[in-house]
């Protein structure tokens, strides 16, 4: 259930709304992935929100938002304990800067493009939590067309912004930063067409280098684009594509791709229903290759896509 409510104070307008999300999950097999053991976990998530955007000035908005999710356990049966308050946003938002047309947003916040293919998931270690990443967005829009000039910064734990009752979280497994650009064209009648590049670094993998999931040291480029085309009755079709290459600590190299392609008919009142169909692929590591690393890295992406949006 969710409430949310506004409150107008003259010329000036400060949006806040409350948020309580309870998921009730039974599962088992999912940590070791072995029938034979039994590690059956039944539990209840409480998760809290709140959060507000209050505007200082015509052009600029700061916003804000407090989460925290407590887990009640069943099976195994554990203790009732409070969880970690955090900041689930935090953040500056110019909307003109200088000159027209020119953005900013600075802080906490969900960067979310399109399905969620390259960017959704700044955050995957607690779950469905949060999705925030630490960013800082420069945007230029004319015509219908958008570059943005984005810069990342996502350490492995949460140590951008107080946290209370902090339970010491792993947010990432490692040290994540990026910079980049992301580009969006909209002026073809019934195309559109995006295109992105970004370089990024992880350091300080927190497992141990024994570990078979251990990654030393990297950085990566990653370079990519996306296409939808829509046709008439309800038609449409979408594909993107991207290619990561780059070097690990001692003298490794990263290569990896993924892509998808799919064709989309809406239908019913509104086109509120769809049904897809396509084909979804990415690398794979091949264990005989010495000093290669050819799996795809889904950098911002670790997230459980079950739809196509």
């Not at 307008?13 to 034979?36: A, C, K, L, M, S």
């Not at 480029?221 to 594509?241: I, N, Q």
């Not at 019913?268 to 264990?287: C, I, L, N």
């Not at 005989?288 to 690393?293: A, C, E, G, I, R």
Request: no cysteine.
């Amino acid at each position: 259930m969710a409430a949310a409510v506004a409150q107008q104070n003259s010329s000036r307008q400060i949006d806040y709304g409350f948020e309580q999300r309870v998921r009730n999950e039974n599962i088992n097999n999912q940590f070791d992935y072995d029938d034979n053991l039994d590690d059956q976990r039944a539990q209840l998530r409480w998760r809290t929100r709140i959060w507000a955007k209050a505007p200082v000035g015509s052009d600029i908005d700061i916003n804000v938002g407090l989460t925290q999710e407590t887990n009640q356990i069943f099976i195994k049966r554990a203790p009732w304990r409070f969880d970690e308050v955090m900041f689930e946003t935090l953040n500056i938002d110019f909307k003109k800067l200088f000159t027209k047309g020119l953005t900013l947003r600075v802080g906490r916040q969900n960067l979310i493009k399109n399905e969620g293919f390259m960017f959704l998931e700044g955050s995957p270690g607690d779950g469905s939590r949060t999705v925030y990443t630490n960013a800082a967005v420069l945007g230029y829009t004319w015509k219908k067309s958008k570059l943005e000039a984005i810069g990342i910064m996502n350490p492995r734990q949460d140590r951008m912004l107080p946290v209370l009752h902090d339970r010491n979280k792993t947010m990432l497994d490692w040290n994540q930063s990026s910079i980049g650009t992301y580009y969006t064209d909209n002026n073809l009648r019934r195309t559109s067409i995006e295109s992105y590049y970004f370089y990024t670094k992880q350091t300080g993998d927190r497992r141990a280098p024994t570990n078979f999931q251990y990654r030393p040291d990297r950085h990566v480029h990653l370079a990519g684009g996306r296409v939808v085309r829509k046709f008439d009755r309800g038609w449409s079709a979408t594909g993107e594509f991207a290619g990561q290459w780059g070097a690990y600590h001692g003298g490794g190299t990263v290569r990896g791709w993924a892509g998808y392609s799919y064709l989309k008919r809406t239908f019913g009142e509104k086109s509120q229903h769809y049904v897809p169909g396509g084909y979804w692929g990415m690398s794979g590591d091949d264990p005989s290759t010495k000093n290669k690393d050819e799996g795809w890295d889904p950098l911002y992406s670790r997230w459980p896509n079950s739809t196509v949006s």
